[in-house]
């Protein structure tokens, strides 16, 4: 309900803002200050819905669809947005069977992880690979990372970069909303901790 209300005030903040820009002379000073108070207007938006989307629970339409089709498509994407020095290398089964799915949150699974690959990357050369495949897991346990998924038929998305990475207590807390490496205009620390209640919602587990 905050984020609503605040999203209601972003909106006449921005209104305003753009109405005062539109009227000012094409060599006004205040152009550039107007042009900042819109720009921070829309990270705060931004920042707006990634918290209602973390919080929004039970209103998610699952329906089948091919993951596949879903990843391929965020590829291509992510293909012509990210800088040419980041080599894309791809292994994606085109007969992974449908899954149950939200299509809206299965892409930003893929942007989230790639975005944070990117940063990983810190704007030098490097590979960012991504598979999907089918697995079946016949024992619970039988994945190490993922312990507490029950017997059945999974696919297993697995998005991988050359940059730095981590140390051990970065990656105990990568998933605690609100939790960033990043300088503090650079990130919300919500991505990770989206894409863990999407991966639960689907029934699924991630490390």
């Known amino acids: 309900g905050i984020a609503h209300d605040f999203n209601n005030i972003l909106s006449v903040i921005l209104g ?3 109405m005062i820009m539109i009227g000012l002379p094409t060599d006004s000073p205040l152009r550039t200050d107007i042009s ?32 596949q089709d ?7 994407f992510l293909r012509s947005s990210l800088p040419s020095t980041i080599q894309i290398t791809t292994d994606i ?10 299509q809206a949150q299965l892409h930003q699974v893929v942007m989230n992880l790639c975005t944070n690959a990117k940063h990983a990357l810190g704007g030098q050369p490097g590979t960012l690979h991504i598979q999907l495949q089918s697995q079946e897991i016949e024992n ?5 990372d993922c312990p507490t998924l029950a017997p059945g038929r999974y696919l297993h998305l697995s998005i991988k970069d050359s940059g730095s990475g981590m140390d051990q ?9 609100f939790f960033t490496t990043k300088e503090k205009e650079q990130g919300t620390g919500l991505g990770l ?15």
């Open 70 to 76: 879903i990843v391929n498509e965020t590829v291509n």
């Open 16 to 18: 305003y803002s753009n």
């Open 140 to 144: 619970a346990g039988q994945i190490e």
């Open 93 to 102: 089964d085109p007969d992974c069977p449908p899954i149950m799915s939200n």
């Open 169 to 177: 207590p970065q990656i105990d807390r990568i998933f605690d909303p």
């Open 36 to 67: 900042a108070i819109i720009q921070a207007g829309n990270r705060a938006t931004d920042l707006v819905r990634q918290i209602l989307t973390f919080s929004r629970h039970g209103e998610e339409v699952f329906r089948p669809i091919r993951a």
């Open 193 to 207: 901790a989206m894409v863990h209640g999407i991966v639960s919602k689907h029934r699924g587990e991630i490390s």
